[in-house]
């Protein structure tokens, strides 16, 4: 753990404002640009062919971007081809803005341009490296020198743009800002400005690139509300960031930097990019579609996004990514899962117009999810309160309160012994399996009873008992007393306090009843027994004989 080899890598601004910290949240989506062709693409084991980024440009267009990097022209022929591609195929939406990047290198430029025949809107981004440590160690040259590389690539751009007749917008970015002073990255900037000089109608944008991650995010804020201050056209200069995730808060720097001045942001769908990435834009527009701020970008069939996005670069989004991940929604915890089912019933009685509900931050089924599969999932460490959600969701199935827990601890223990979680069809065939109309050793047949003068039922209840068809009579106040007390009296089975419900599980004339029965033994524990059956007398009784066989089994 050799930590005295490291040092801060970064500078402090000479100027320190915090008003940017009172803000609370924002207030309105930045104009989003997707670097997923190039930040994204080049930092994939396997690069994406021609036909994958076609498919991949058209599933940003999707989901709203108006601003796509597009590559790298000069860096390759797939790259060069690319954009080609999209010229001739006329691929660019009118609203829609291509951007190409290009090292602040003549050659490299006029390859740039040379791709970019045809493009009707687009933005030539050019940049240099401005820190201490490439221009010591990589360039070799003093900041008069690397300054003068940037002023000689933004007057290169706009010759080259004048000279094919077009109206190209510029973007630059002191590349490795987090590592530059930051009064010399604004030396820079302003410099290139001073050639470009925006106007209202065409406006410049100065990208401060988090190129590596240096500081604590609120260091890198103070960064850009220096800059945002002492730009010159500030008006006519559109404030980008492009935060990187080398510390794990690529998020944080870019809500913190869009509160200190920023108008824009670059990244990539799910954080892919060099080294740890880049900053997720899918996690920051949720954040503020979570704060009821619109991202303008549409995330609603998150799943199909997913998908897509691990097809084309075959890279994974980790189950726990944040609204993306198969299981950022998923509760096993046996309080988390009463709290939500509980939250669920409340919102079904008061239907609020905002959500609020206990452990999920935003509605599941705004991004495509569902909640009996997605978010009450099952293993051995969930309790009766998700088991019972799954089970009335997904099957109409609403047991008593204490039998829920009975079929809670059921459900656990199975899951225990599998060590395995438990789809909700596992769920639904262990209740069956447990619970309903179990025959074994005593199998109803059949029952007969009328009405007497005096209000009570007697009659008949014919029966299998290891086998052996019997017929016992019966009496009591009711069909289902009845056949209890002529049950208790011929097979010796002794219990009290019968708890009884039930409910039709479907609409219609063929409906299904379904009867929970719970029987008290002498020891005061409870048996339960279910049962299913068009007539809910018969799934009554169904019960009744589900519970006694189930506590003939000890259970």
Known sequence: MNYQKY????????????????????????????????????ALITPMNLEEKLEFYKMLIKVGFKEIEVGFPAASETEYEFLRRLVEDDLIPDDVTIQVLTQAREHIIRKTFEALKGVKNAIVHVYNSTSVAQRQQVFRKSKEEIKQMAVDGAKLLQQLTEEAGANYRFEYSPESFTGTEPEYALEVCNAVLDVWKPTADRKAIINLPVTVEMSMPHVYAMQVAYMNKHLKYRENVVLSLHPHNDRGCGVADTEMGILAGADRVEGTLFGNGERTGNVDIVTVGMNMFALGVDPELDFSNMSELVDTYERLTRMEVSYRQPYAGKLVFAAFSGSHQDAIAKGMKWKEEKNPDKWTLPYLYIDPKD?????????????????????GFIMEQKYGIEMPKKMREDFGYCVKSVSDHKHKELMPDEIFQIFQNEYVNIVEPYELVDFLLKKEPDGTRSGTVDLKADGKEVTFEARGNGRLDAVSNALQKNLGIVYKDLTYSEHAMEVGQNSRAMAYIGITAENGHITWGAGMDTDIITASIQALFSAINRMKAGK
């Open 367 to 387: 991004v495509g999810r569902e909640y009996d599969g997605d978010v009450i999932r099952i293993n051995s460490q969930s309790g009766k309160g998700g088991v």
């Open 7 to 42: 040092s801060k890598g970064y500078f402090m601004p000479p100027e320190i404002d915090l008003e940017w910290a009172k803000k609370d949240a924002p207030d309105h989506a930045p104009i989003w640009c997707s670097v997923d062709m190039r930040d994204g693409n080049q």
